[in-house]
């Protein structure tokens, strides 16, 4: 049989294509020019304008504490920016920071997936109790957590003394080489729920026929979690690993409440650099500068990735 | 047709007008009046007042019902007062003066003088105090350093003149009968206090605002200073060019070491700031720190950990001295510079400073006969303040040179020397640099 073709306009040139417009469709059109104008002007002022500002001010002298400094500045920015003392600290924290929370989170929130999306008792319950660090808000979260872990009268250094754990109380939000891992510890804790909930999804959209016949062909369940669980979660992986290293990488809230980058800049990120020269330093030039290098840099990665997939997609 | 057009065009305006409107800031010029009548001489002033009050103690409730005694008396002006922390209320306020949206008067730190001067944010008030009858009553030389080039441009709130505040019974039960009067007296002391009570025998505060005001300190205790004025009227620290100062700033490094290292401070005093020194001391957790008379408001929240608590002078290496903070009331420039002083003059007249400051205010003539306010009072001729230059970069570098001291245990004359570099960086970023 053959199937029917729906009749579709001939491509015309621009000129013609317009005179043959009903006045209906110009009205039309010109309705949806007006709906979409508050939507535009929203993007422009909140999105296009700032950070085309910031592109032009990386390029100035910008310090509000010393005006008589002012004009173009090349890229005087930029060099102050990279020779800054903690620059590399910063960077490097941030790629820490990024990936250890990103791969710890995917981990937890994988883990918990697995065992929510069993047959187990209180499964409802489980999986409405295990969303509460999500939704508790960051700053009730890590004052919460800086208490937990002073050293003074926090619990858990009180529960890890008791243990026999430790012999004295640890500062871990306070000693530079366990600042910033204590920090990622705890955005993991608070954000492997969205991994959870995202992944039980997808878990259940996974076909029960096929793993039922791969284990009738003798696959144990390491091999019918790698090789049929775990590709069907490819997509929804991605999709939240890639906007978690957005996220992640651009967060400035969970560092700046419980440590404020330090002690001694042992968990500043590039984020918390930004801050730092434009509302402490008030050097809005080299703020500028660095938040268009930190575009530049997840630009970069994405471009990358773009092209490593769209290469492999190929193959 | 049209009228669809007309409606359509009229929308989008009001859309773009909205979205405009919200961009705007204060402007300059004065106030509408309700009335839509333009004779601002005939309204009722407002006047916006920031402070850093804390509304839950009995010095804020008092501040606030002083305020409100002001607003009740002065048909012609109002005052909005509004509670914002230390904490953000030096960024709230650069801001604010960099968007022309200043509040009229706010509390201030003296940190932040040098900084708000540069910036011309705020108002002479010479001619004001030279006709103002009580002129006399506040000390000359807390006037003084609120003076550049002849003009006076902040007023003295209340003063924070620092002292070594001890806990006589701690001391007791160690067996020591006075508190140490030099670091070396506090070093050997501290062992024997943490053997005999199991508490550490002093108080620092490592990080945050107090950290370099109790910095400047030591360092003037050791006869060195932060930056000194050159002939070209703009500063520098000179501790690179002078070995013997470098050697001196790197003595204090070490007494910062030498504490952490006899156990004298608790671990984690490193990282202390204002808040856990002063609740540590209130609740007797230590012997001694180098505090201001502010924690005696906190006797009435914690009688038992106050009740022993005597005041001496701060022990010093080389020379006495301590850390006067003269916490300024800053008025700024505005259209309403009578009614601002009108209100400023009421916040440093005596019955208010009687009423909110009994042992701390700048009145010579109300000095307070207990013994707080006396003791800290006799303190003032060896106080030592910050140099009036902007100090964000700073203190924020004296902040790290102590975390390097103590949490890296960097040798102390490499601290000295990237202070000693670190200062003048910053100096010269604003443009205040000797030479440059």
């Known amino acids: 049989m053959k199937p029917i073709e729906l009749e579709r306009p001939a491509k015309r040139a621009g000129k013609w294509r317009a005179v043959a417009m009903t006045l209906r469709e110009k009205r039309t059109k010109r309705l949806a020019y007006l709906f979409v104008l508050p939507a535009l002007l929203f993007f422009v002022l909140l999105n296009a304008y700032p950070l085309v500002t910031v592109l032009l001010d990386s390029f100035q002298f910008k310090n509000l504490m010393n005006k008589a400094l002012s004009g173009f500045a090349g890229l005087t920015n930029y060099k102050e920016v990279v020779q800054n003392e903690y620059f590399r600290t910063a960077l490097k924290n941030t790629a820490v920071w990024t990936i250890l929370s990103v791969a710890g989170e995917y981990a937890l929130g994988l883990l918990s997936a697995l065992a929510l999306n069993q047959q187990i008792k209180g499964r409802t319950l489980f999986r409405a109790i295990i969303i509460i660090p999500w939704v508790v808000p960051i700053v009730i979260a890590g004052m919460t957590w800086t208490w937990m872990l002073t050293p003074d009268y926090g619990i858990i250094n009180l529960w890890l003394v008791k243990l026999g754990l430790l012999k004295e109380p640890y500062y871990w939000l306070g000693e530079l080489n366990t600042a910033l891992l204590t920090v990622v510890f705890v955005n993991v804790w608070r954000s492997f729920p969205f991994y959870t909930i995202s992944l039980l999804a997808g878990l259940q959209s996974v076909s029960r026929d096929i793993v039922e016949a791969a284990a009738i062909d003798g696959a144990g369940v390491r091999r019918r979690f790698w090789y049929i669980v775990l590709p069907q979660l490819k997509t929804v992986s991605l999709t939240i690993v890639f906007i978690h290293i957005i996220w992640t990488a651009i967060n400035f809230d969970f560092i700046w409440v419980m440590t404020e980058g330090g002690p001694l800049y042992s968990s500043e990120t590039l984020p918390i650099m930004i801050y730092r020269y434009a509302m402490q330093d008030y050097n809005f030039g080299n703020a500028s500068a660095l938040a268009s290098m930190m575009l530049g840099f997840m630009i970069s990665g994405f471009i990358l990735y773009y092209f490593f997939s769209v290469r492999k997609n190929r193959r | ?436």
């Open chain 2, 1 to 436: 047709m049209k009228a669809k057009k007309r409606l359509f065009g009229l929308a989008a305006v009001l859309v773009l007008s909205t979205a405009l409107a919200a961009c705007g800031g204060k402007n300059n010029e004065p106030a509408a009046s309700p009335t839509g009548n333009a004779e601002p001489a005939q309204e009722a002033v407002t006047l916006d007042f920031w402070a850093a009050l804390d509304p839950s103690t009995d010095e804020g409730k008092t501040i606030q019902a002083k305020v409100k005694e002001f607003d009740d008396s002065h048909a012609e002006i109002n005052v909005n007062l509004q509670v914002i922390t230390y904490d953000v209320m030096h960024d709230k306020l650069v801001a604010a003066i960099n968007a022309g949206d200043a509040p009229d008067l706010s509390w201030g730190l003296s940190e932040w003088f040098g900084e708000f001067n540069k910036m011309d944010a705020l108002q002479d008030l010479t001619p004001y105090l030279d006709k103002w009858a009580d002129k006399s009553n506040i000390y000359p030389n807390v006037l003084e350093a609120l003076t550049v080039e002849g003009k006076t441009k902040a007023l003295p709130n209340y003063l924070g003149i620092r002292a070594l505040l001890y806990h006589e019974d701690i001391l007791k039960a160690a067996g020591i009968t006075a508190p140490p009067k030099t670091w070396d007296e506090l070093l050997a002391m501290a062992p024997v206090i943490k053997e005999k009570t199991g508490k550490e025998a002093f108080g620092i505060a490592g990080a945050g605002v107090r950290s370099p005001q109790e910095l400047i300190m030591y360092l003037a205790q050791n006869d060195v200073t932060l930056a000194d004025k050159q002939a070209d009227g703009k500063y520098k620290n000179t501790w690179q060019d002078n070995p013997d100062q470098l050697a001196k700033a790197a003595e204090v490094f070490k007494f910062y070491q030498d504490l952490l290292a006899a156990k004298a401070i608790q671990a984690d005093a490193k990282t202390w700031g204002w808040e856990e020194e002063d609740q540590n001391f209130v609740l007797a957790q230590y012997a001694m720190v180098v505090n201001g008379p502010w924690i005696e408001g906190r006797s009435s929240e914690n009688p038992d950990g106050m009740k022993d608590v005597k005041v001496a002078a701060p022990v010093y290496k080389n020379k006495p001295a301590t850390f006067m903070e003269i916490a300024p009331l800053y008025v700024y420039k505005s259209e309403n510079p009578d009614q601002a002083w009108e209100f400023a003059s009421y916040l440093l007249g005596a019955e208010y400073q009687k009423a909110v400051n009994p042992g701390k205010n700048p009145r010579s003539d109300l000095v307070n006969d207990s013994g707080w306010g006396k003791d800290f009072m006799a303190l003032a001729s060896q106080g030592v303040v910050f140099p009036a230059v902007s100090l964000g970069g700073i203190t924020k570098a004296m902040e790290d040179s102590l975390a390097r001291a103590m949490l890296k245990n960097d040798k102390p004359e490499d601290v000295a020397k990237w202070l000693s570099q670190a200062i003048n960086d910053s100096l010269s970023k604003t443009g205040e640099l000797s030479g440059s």
